[in-house]
């Protein structure tokens, strides 16, 4: 292992991470540079790393302890990972996490955040999207941002539930499958629209286009305008990175302070990574 180095990847979000191979035993205070430096870029991309999934757990729980997700079905004898798997054969179909999101913020401790390692790769399109939340929110309008401060917005199981219910053609392909028409997803869960990060200390705007749905004291139909211009602003394409994945790549982010966005431009063509999580406690009000 060499000397350690993080190449930003973009100028508010994102990092290559050189010198550090993950097969390895992290001891302890690289384990704390690699925390520190997720709180500061947000996304790290260890690239050729190739990990087992045994590896893959480990490597994650560097971040935070391991968390199962609800709603999707995971890998067969492997309850804390999922197969995000779009198969050549799944074409006109929707794909997983095809919408600037964060990921499961309905629940009420959401996860504080995901781990994806590349296994097979298409030769083209299938790159995944961030925009970090601390450049939305530090660079919100006045107006807006006196108005979401100190305030909850409410969040639900929209793909999962029956209210929001994506419609057909918007829903992922039959290789991830997922509970649907479940009316306990309907159920609102409040969290600051700004929240801070529990280690960093940092401000961001959380809020998503996926699963919030309207802004405390105010009805959906109000929130809606509101909304829309916080949606804008926080997948604005100066505050976001993309990354073009290769077989092998290990990429972390922090589900606290980012959006991401799964592109859907590889039909006919077999894509699978596999995902962890990581869990972390209740958002906290700015």
């Excluded at 390692?117 to 107006?143: M, R």
């Excluded at 997948?235 to 077989?247: G, L, N, Q, Y």
């Excluded at 790549?249 to 039909?267: E, G, I, K, S």
Aim: a negative charge; glycine letters at 8%; hydrophobic letters at 40%.
């Amino acid at each position: 292992m060499g000397a350690i180095a993080f190449r930003p990847l973009a100028g508010y979000i994102g990092a290559r991470v050189e010198g550090v191979a993950l097969s390895e035993t992290v001891d302890d205070d690289l384990a704390a540079t690699l925390r520190t430096a997720l709180f500061e870029h947000l996304i790290l991309v260890f690239p050729e790393q190739y990990l087992d999934l045994a590896r893959q757990k480990e490597v994650t729980e560097i971040f935070g302890p391991l968390r199962p997700v609800p709603y999707i079905e995971p890998m067969a004898g492997e309850p804390q990972v999922i197969a995000v798997l779009k198969k050549a054969e799944e074409r006109n179909v929707g794909v997983f996490g095809g919408e600037w999101h964060s990921d499961f913020s309905f629940l009420k401790a959401p996860p504080a955040g995901s781990v994806l390692s590349a296994v097979e790769i298409p030769p083209y399109g299938g790159d995944t999207l961030w925009a970090s939340q601390i450049a939305a929110y530090e660079s919100l309008p006045t107006g807006l941002k006196d108005l979401i401060e100190g305030r909850d917005a409410v969040h639900t199981g929209a793909p999962y539930g029956v209210k929001h219910a994506p419609p057909q053609e918007a829903r992922s392909g039959a290789s991830i499958k997922m509970v649907r028409g479940d009316p306990a997803a309907d159920r609102e869960t409040f969290h600051p629209a700004v929240r801070t990060h529990p280690e960093s200390g940092r401000k961001a705007l959380f809020v998503n286009p996926i699963y919030t749905t309207r802004l405390d004291g105010l009805s959906e139909a109000d929130s809606r305008p509101i909304l829309e211009r916080l949606f804008r602003h926080a997948t604005r394409p100066d505050i976001t990175c993309r990354h073009r994945w290769s077989a092998g790549d290990l990429v972390v982010w922090d589900n606290r302070t980012t959006l991401h966005y799964a592109l859907n431009d590889y039909d006919g063509v077999r894509r699978l990574l596999y995902r962890t999580t990581f869990g972390d406690r209740e958002p906290a009000h700015a």
